[in-house]
Every structure is written in C-alpha cells, then in structure tokens.
C-alpha cells in the first residue's frame, strides 16, 4: 500500500532564496510565538528561591495528590479517545459513503457544532442530565429508573461531555482517509476468499490506520489538557493538570509549580503525537 | 522557471508598514472613541453594562470596554501587564486588594481628583486612598425558594440535602464563609475567633462533601442550578449575585442564618501607570457617587459607602455582619488553597 514519495527537486539558489524569504514569516511566528514562550515555561519551571531547582518537579511528581491529579488527566484522555474512536470510526464511513445532499447533511451535523462555543456545550450537557433534563425524564418514562438519577458532576458527565465536545477532531481524519478509499478494495478481498471479518482487519483497518492515528493523536491531545470542559462539568471534584496549573499561576503564585505541570502536560500530549505517527509508520497505512 | 518580482527590501517594506499601521490603529481608535477598559467580578458584568455603564457614557461620553473575571485571574492579569498596563481600573474584593497594593500594582487615589472620596463612610477608604470600597454587599445561603428556606447554616449538613448543596471554591473570595462557618460549628467559638481555626475548619468542611452538588469558581453557573432547582443552596452567596436576579423573578432568595451573615465591602481602585490616568479618576469618582450607588443599590441590594445615598430597604442590620480579618484571609488563601484540593475534594 505504501508508495514511496518522489524526491523533490533541486532548487536554484534564487528560488531557495525566495523559498527562505517566504518561510521566514511562518518561521519567526513559530520562534516567538511558541518555541521562545516554551523555553521560558522550561525555565520557570527549573528555578526555585535560590535559582536552579528541581522542587517543583519533585513535588509534582512523588506526591499521591498530584499523581493523581496526573492520573485524572490521562483517565480522560484515554476514555475520551476511546470513546470518540468507537462512535467516530463507523461514523466516518456513515459519511464517506453517503452520496449527495446526505453526505453535506452528515458534513454540516459535524461541522456546525464546531462553531458554537465549548462553553455552551458544557452549559448544554448540564442542561440535558439534571435531574428533570430530558435524559432523566426519557429514562423514567421508558420505565428503566424510577427516580432521577444524579448525573451531572459526575465522571460520567464528564466523559459525555468531553467525548460530545472532541467528536469532530476523530471523525474529520479517518472521514479524510475514507473518503479516498476505493470500494472494490473490500470486494477484491471477497474475491481472494476473506470473510467480512478478515477483510476488515486486513485491508480496511490498515488503510484507515493514518486517519485513525491522527484522530487519536489530536483527541488524546485536545481532552488530556481540556481545561473548560472539567471546569464545568465537573468542576474542582475532579483536578486535572490544566486546572492545577490554572490555580499556580491564579490562586497560588507558584509559577515554577504550574510551569512544571505545564511541562508535564505538554510532554505528554508530545509523546502520544510521537508514539502516534511511528506506529502509523509502522502500521504500514496509506502513505 | 519563473522569475520572482519580489524584492526583500520591498517586502520588509511593506511588512513594516503593515505592522506599524496594525499595532497604531487600535490606539488611534482608542483616543478618539474615549474608551477605557475596567478589570472587574464576571458575575457584576451583566447589571454594570446593564445599567451602570450606560450613566458613565451619558455623564462622561465614556465607553468602558469590561473584562469580567474572578479577582484572583484580575490580580494575575495585573502581574502580567504590570510594565503596560491595559487595566485603567479595577474593581475587586478586599483581600486581593490587598495583595495588589502589597505588589505595587495600585496608584493612590486623592480627593483633588476623586472628590467623592471625602464622602464615603469611616472605613471605607483603605491605605490611604490605595482603594476605596463603592459598595458593601453582605452574604448568606442562597436558596431556591421552592425548597424551603434555611434557618442556620448548619442546615447545609443536613444528611436530606445529600447532594444538594454547592459552595464556592476557596480561590473565590466568598469561598472563605464556608470554611469560617465550619470552624465556628467546629469549635462553637464566635466568628472573630474561630475565623483563625482553620484546622477545625476543614475538619469540618470535609463532613460536608456527601451533600455537596459541586464546588463552584464559575458563579453564574452556580446561580443557575439554584435556579433550576438542582441545587437548593449555595452556602456563602452574596447579596449583588442572588437579589439582582431574584429581582428579575427567578425563584431565589438570599437568607442571613441564625448565626449571622458577613460583609463583603468591594473596591475599586486606579491601576498604576495604566491608560487615561483622569479618566480613570473621573470613573473612579462617579462609583463612588450617589447617582451609581442608587443604582447598585436598588439593583443589587448592597449598601452604599457615599454617605449622601440611602440604605436600600431590605438591607440587613450591619451589626449582624461579621467582618474578617482579611489582611489574615489574604496572607493566608494560598496555604488554604493547596489543603483544600489535597484534603477536602
């Protein structure tokens, strides 16, 4: 499946002039803009009273609090991936495969709750699970609970949210692969003897492993450092990392503690984005 | 091959240009549409444009650009901007007052350009005009009115409100009561001494969690559930959240328990080196004016500091409000802050 990419061509020295001169706005946006402010997060995060320090590390680190905290933001990373993958997957080929007026229908159901606010959504869900909310009051009148179960603040409110909020960031990548997808493939695979089973997890899973992985990759990103979503829908019940490092710079004063969570956030949200595209390139998808 | 007609000296040009014009315009704006950005209580935000904001237009022909946040995110902002400062004037608790004149981030005030601040009664200018308080709102439980009214705040634990409760976080200045109150029900010592018990506080607080709905930093979403009846209390709610929209019918009250309620003086004060210095005065000084403390005051049923304005109707007996020690709640609310999410959630 994998097609090896034609080797660029050499470029005259002029146009690698014109080439540096065009990059250069996109390069120093980039240098000021993030790499300069990360290496000052870097730094704050080192220093203690006396100067160079690893306290804030090690406290954030060995105390059973904060590894917890650690702990929740990678909790809901790891279910909301999990979940969006589920409901995003065959949603993806929901889409793909419709034709005409269904498939722009499909696109602007995905599309346009983009554009509302995080902070509506959140207001939404507890609009929609407290106890009279139209979750409950259907779960009552199909007989499954009697009374109104308590659902907001709670992880799973969080986790609905969260899912609810990160869908679209799951389905546009693998929707991106699918589409692209030729049909006969499953066909040709039906010809050659595989059940539908085997098709799936021979050739249609493979070649939909780059869309998977970058769906993966943005989501666990996105939710592991979620800061409004919690904020509102569970609040400070349930502390994350965002939130923690919200309340240093805010509450505490303690920049070198929220800038070594920071770093931790940040340097975990890279190693998913690292361990993401080497399986993509060993998991031998579309190139 | 094409030739590119792309000179770098041209390009640095026109870049040049198209920054300088970008970063001067906001500012040529600015001067000529007489504008000034206020850091301020999100929650205040609505009954401020509503009807606060509209006078300072009328009486000044200024347009006030308002940022609405806790005052703790106000504080920080202040921090961060303290070489140029985009605040003219903030408008925030005591307690983080304190920390803002403590970091040098305030510039008195005096009477020769704020004269309302030889009006305002005895206590409510502080460090020498670092800030003044242009209103004194009070605190209790908030509830839902279909729910019954408390009669002591230790109706809060009452094990049939399980899940039911909300308070504020300790990072929100009113999240201090909660804590206060459970020192008192802790140690049965009066507010001004059990306000030092912290321990017994939290000791305390932490029977509370079974009966709490959410721990809340946002107000207005707080003030929401109660409306909706999902919550039937927010312990430590004040009189300029609850009365304002039980003003406007929704089925909320605010309630001084048994035991008493607070005081909880706001302030206004001028940023150091921020824009329009004598605009931010002259703002300064209608707040503190008898035409804009009518006005909070009938909206929002908190007591005006200039001494020329009635106490609104409904105002509770200020001898029933405790006052804290805040310089104690400032120096001490981070400490407080760390036990809270390690031992109370």
Excluded at chain 1, 41 to 47: D, E, H, P, Q
Excluded at chain 1, 117 to 132: E, G, M
Excluded at chain 2, 5 to 22: D, E, M, Q, T, Y
Excluded at chain 2, 37 to 53: C, N
Aim: glycine share 8%; net charge positive; hydrophobic share 50%.
């Amino acid at each position: 499946m994998t097609e090896a990419m034609p080797a660029p061509p050499k470029l005259s020295d002029p146009e690698r002039r014109t080439a540096f001169l065009l990059s250069l706005p996109a390069a120093m946006i980039l240098l000021i803009m993030f790499i300069l402010p990360l290496g000052l997060l870097l730094g704050v995060s080192f220093t203690g009273p006396e100067g160079f320090s690893l306290a804030a590390y090690q406290r954030l680190l060995t105390t059973p609090h904060y590894l917890s905290v650690i702990w929740n933001s990678l909790k809901l990373a790891l279910v909301t991936t999990a979940l969006t993958f589920l409901i995003g997957y065959p949603a993806s080929f929901a889409i793909a495969r419709a034709r005409g007026g269904w498939r722009s229908l499909m696109l602007g159901c995905l599309f346009l709750p983009l554009a509302a606010s995080v902070i509506v959504k959140a207001f939404a869900w507890t609009i929609l699970l407290r106890s009279d909310g139209i979750i409950n009051s259907t779960l009552m009148l199909l007989g499954i609970i009697d009374e109104p179960v308590r659902m907001i603040f709670t992880q799973t409110a969080l986790i609905v949210g969260s899912a609810n909020v990160f869908l679209p960031f799951m389905i546009l990548p693998i929707f991106a692969v699918v589409a692209q997808l030729d049909p006969r493939l499953g066909e040709a695979a039906a010809m050659l003897g595989a059940n539908p089973a085997v098709a799936f997890l021979k050739v249609t899973l493979p070649v939909t492993m780059p869309g998977i992985i970058a769906g993966v990759a943005l989501v666990f990103s996105l939710s592991v450092s979620a800061y409004v979503v919690p904020t509102l829908l569970i609040g400070e019940r349930y502390p994350t990392l965002a939130a923690t490092i919200a309340k240093a710079y805010l509450l505490t004063q303690q920049p070198a503690f929220g800038a070594a969570a920071g770093v931790v956030l940040l340097s975990i949200a890279i190693a998913v984005v690292i361990l993401s595209s080497r399986f993509g390139r060993s998991s031998g998808g579309l190139s | 091959m094409y030739k590119t007609s792309i000179h770098r000296r041209s390009l640095l040009k026109a870049g040049g240009a198209l920054v300088v014009a970008s970063l001067s315009a906001p500012s040529i704006l600015r001067a000529q549409t007489k504008e000034i950005v206020i850091g301020g209580p999100a929650g205040a935000a609505k009954y401020f444009t509503e009807s606060v904001f509209p006078l300072l237009k009328q009486k000044l022909g200024v347009t006030v650009l308002y940022e609405g946040s806790n005052s703790a995110t106000n504080l920080q902002k202040m921090q961060a901007d303290s070489a140029a400062p985009k605040f003219s004037v903030v408008v925030m608790d005591d307690p983080i007052m304190i920390k803002a004149a403590d970091g040098g981030l305030l510039m008195p005030i005096s009477t020769s350009g704020v004269p309302n601040l030889g009006k305002l009664v005895a206590g409510a200018v502080h460090r020498d005009g670092m800030w003044a308080n242009y209103q004194r709102p009070w605190a209790g439980i908030a509830y839902n009115t279909k729910s019954g009214a408390p009669k002591a705040w230790a109706d809060m634990w009452d094990k049939a409100r399980a899940g039911k409760i909300i308070i504020p976080s300790i990072q929100n200045t009113e999240g201090f009561w909660n804590l206060l109150i459970a020192a008192h029900l802790e140690t049965g010592k009066p507010f001004a001494e059990a306000q030092y018990e912290i321990d017994a506080g939290f000791k305390k607080l932490k029977s509370l969690v079974p009966n709490l709905l959410n721990v809340y930093t946002n107000a207005p979403q707080a003030m929401n559930l109660l409306e909706q009846g999902e919550a039937q209390m927010i312990g430590g709610q004040f009189s300029a959240y609850t009365l304002t929209r039980k003003a406007e019918g929704a089925p909320v009250d605010l309630r001084i328990p048994a035991e008493g309620g607070f005081a909880m003086p706001s302030g206004i004060a001028k940023v150091k080196g921020g824009p329009a210095p004598e605009l931010a005065d002259a703002v300064i000084d209608a707040f503190l004016g008898t035409e804009i403390q009518a006005v909070l005051a009938a909206k929002a049923v908190v007591a005006p500091t200039n001494t020329d304005a009635a106490i609104p109707a409904g105002y509770p007996d200020p001898a029933s409000l405790f006052a804290p020690d805040w310089a104690f709640v400032a120096k001490e609310r981070g400490k407080w802050a760390e036990r809270w999410t390690t031992e109370l959630l």
